[in-house]
């Protein structure tokens, strides 16, 4: 079994809809991350939490919030999904450590029309 | 600012034909560096965690190293199962993100 799953892995809405992407892992690292990625532009992160208590805005967070529901749940939504957020959304998740080596789940297509 | 460049962009290469990615990095302090491979459509996979200048890591026909200012992925006698972007990332001391390069994408012909 994967140790970061991330659901659903494509998604295609209308411009307005609220949507949500779900994030799980197996890893028991109390560090979980929420990234897009578009061609050319490479890996930004949007939101990031350190615990169930501990939620931090990232370089992008204008249009999303996220949900730390569990030390091993973190979901992330788009309040009113537009076209330019059509990309990939990756979750991670990281221990603390000598560094923060982040470890990433397979990755959502979502598709806003 | 912390910044990470990463070049080529694209790299064909034959395979058996070895060669070097370069990851080119400025930051204040370097936490640590990092290496992940990601195929198309899918999210990226760790590889290597450098720390500091002189270090040098293997894994297969992969070897990073390391400098002051730059990383080298040097990959040896490549297989088309090598082809995938290749992505660097850096961690400094005083923050607790990671900066991700644009990435190069790697194809290896047979």
């Known amino acids: 079994d994967a140790d970061v799953t991330q659901t659903p892995r494509n998604r295609i809405t209308k411009t307005g809809k609220r949507i949500m992407l779900e994030c799980s892992q197996t890893?028991?690292?109390?560090?979980m991350y929420w990234y897009r990625q578009d061609p050319g532009l490479g890996l930004r992160l949007i939101y990031y939490?350190?615990?169930?208590?501990?939620?931090n805005k990232g370089e992008i967070s204008d249009g999303y919030s996220v949900s730390r529901q569990a030390q091993a749940k973190f979901s992330l939504s788009l309040e009113s999904a537009i076209p330019n957020q059509t990309a990939l959304y990756f979750c991670?998740?990281?221990?603390?450590?000598?560094?923060?080596?982040?470890?990433f789940g397979p990755g959502t297509r979502l598709t806003v029309l | 600012e912390d910044q990470v460049t990463q070049s080529p962009e694209a790299l064909r290469l034959q395979e058996g034909e070895s060669s070097s990615l370069n990851c080119s990095y400025t930051v204040s302090g370097l936490r640590g560096l990092f290496w992940y491979r990601q195929d198309p459509g899918k999210g990226p996979e760790f590889l290597f965690t450098l720390y500091s200048a002189g270090e040098e890591k293997e894994k297969e026909r992969l070897k990073a190293t390391l400098t002051k200012k730059e990383s080298f992925l040097h990959i040896t006698a490549p297989k088309p199962e090598d082809s995938a972007t290749y992505l660097c990332a850096v961690q400094a001391y005083n923050t607790d993100k990671l900066i991700f390069g644009t990435g190069t994408r790697l194809q290896v012909f047979p």
């Open positions: 939490s350190f615990d169930v208590k501990d939620i």
């Open positions: 890893k028991g690292h109390d560090r």
């Open positions: 991670a998740t990281s221990d603390r450590g000598r560094t923060d080596t982040q470890y």
